[in-house]
C-alpha cells in the first residue's frame, strides 16, 4: 500500500511559466515533508522541505504547500527554467520514527524552452 | 566538504554471485540510510544506522541482504547470493538530523 503518491507521472510546462507538482499521503503520522529533485544518473537532492506545523515554506523560485486536512502537498517553481527540467519526489516522515523517508513515485517535469 | 559518496557506480552481476557495496557518508553524520529504486518505481528505504548501530532494518528484503557499518564510519551492503529481482539502483543518504538529506549517486546493479 503506497502512503505517498504521485499521480502524475509527467508534466511539460513553458519557460517562465509556473510548474504546480503534487503529493498526497495517507498517514497521518507524517509530519515531516520534502522535495528531491533528480537528474539521470545522479542521486536524489533535496530541494525543500515543511513541517506539518506550517503550510507554507517558501526559498526563492520554490515554494511547497501543505494542506494537513486534505492530506495533500504541493510544490510550485516560478519561474521555470530549463535546468529545472528533472524528476521530482516528494517524501514524507515520520520525525518521532527512525526518520526513514516514504518516497512518491515521481514525476518528470519538462520546461521547454 | 565531500559528499555521499557510493562504489561502484555500476555493476553487472550474474545470478547467484555476491555483490558489496559502498558508501561513504559525508563526516561527522551519524545518521546513514539505504535506499533501493527498482525499475523506475518509488525509492524505497531498506535500512537506517546511528553510527554502527543499526536503528532500523525494516525495509530489508531478505536475509540475502547484509549492511554493516564498521565504526561508524562507511557502511557497506551485501548482497548474497543476488537474484534478478535485486536490479536496480542502490542509493546511500547521510544527515546528522534525523531526516535523510544528502544522497550519493547511486550504485546501478543489474544482476543477468
Known amino acids: 500500500d503506497q502512503q505517498v503518491k504521485q499521480n502524475s507521472p509527467s508534466l511539460s510546462v513553458q519557460e517562465g511559466r509556473i510548474s504546480i507538482l503534487n503529493c498526497d499521503y495517507t498517514?497521518?503520522?507524517?509530519?515531516?515533508f520534502l522535495w528531491y529533485k533528480k537528474y539521470p544518473a545522479e542521486g536524489p537532492t533535496f530541494l525543500i522541505s515543511?513541517?506539518?506545523?506550517?503550510d507554507k515554506n517558501e526559498d526563492g523560485r520554490f515554494t511547497v504547500f501543505l494542506n494537513k486536512s486534505a492530506k495533500h502537498l504541493s510544490l510550485h517553481i516560478v519561474p521555470s527554467q530549463p535546468g529545472d527540467s528533472a524528476v521530482y519526489f516528494c517524501?514524507?516522515?515520520?520525525?518521532?520514527?527512525?526518520?526513514?523517508?516514504?518516497f512518491g513515485q515521481g514525476t518528470t517535469l519538462q520546461v521547454k524552452p | 566538504e565531500a559528499g555521499v559518496t557510493q562504489f561502484p557506480s555500476h555493476s553487472v552481476i550474474e545470478k547467484g554471485q555476491t555483490v558489496t557495496l559502498r558508501c561513504d557518508p559525508i563526516?561527522?553524520?551519524?545518521?546513514l540510510y539505504w535506499y533501493r529504486r527498482v525499475m523506475g518505481k518509488e525509492i524505497k528505504f531498506l535500512l537506517h544506522?546511528?553510527?554502527?548501530?543499526?536503528?532500523?532494518e525494516s525495509g530489508m528484503p531478505n536475509n540475502r541482504f547484509l549492511a554493516e557499518r564498521t565504526g561508524g564510519t562507511y557502511s557497506t551492503l551485501k548482497v548474497q547470493p543476488a537474484e534478478l529481482e535485486d536490479s536496480g539502483v542502490y542509493f546511500c543518504?547521510?544527515?546528522?538530523?534525523?531526516?535523510?538529506?544528502?544522497f550519493g549517486q547511486g550504485t546501478r546493479l543489474t544482476v543477468v
Open positions: 543518504a547521510s544527515s546528522q538530523d534525523r531526516v535523510a538529506a544528502f
Open positions: 498517514n497521518s503520522m507524517f509530519d515531516y
Open positions: 515543511i513541517s506539518s506545523i506550517k
Open positions: 517524501a514524507a516522515s515520520e520525525t518521532s520514527n527512525t526518520g526513514k523517508l516514504i
Open positions: 563526516s561527522g553524520h551519524d545518521n
Open positions: 544506522f546511528v553510527k554502527e548501530s543499526k536503528q532500523d
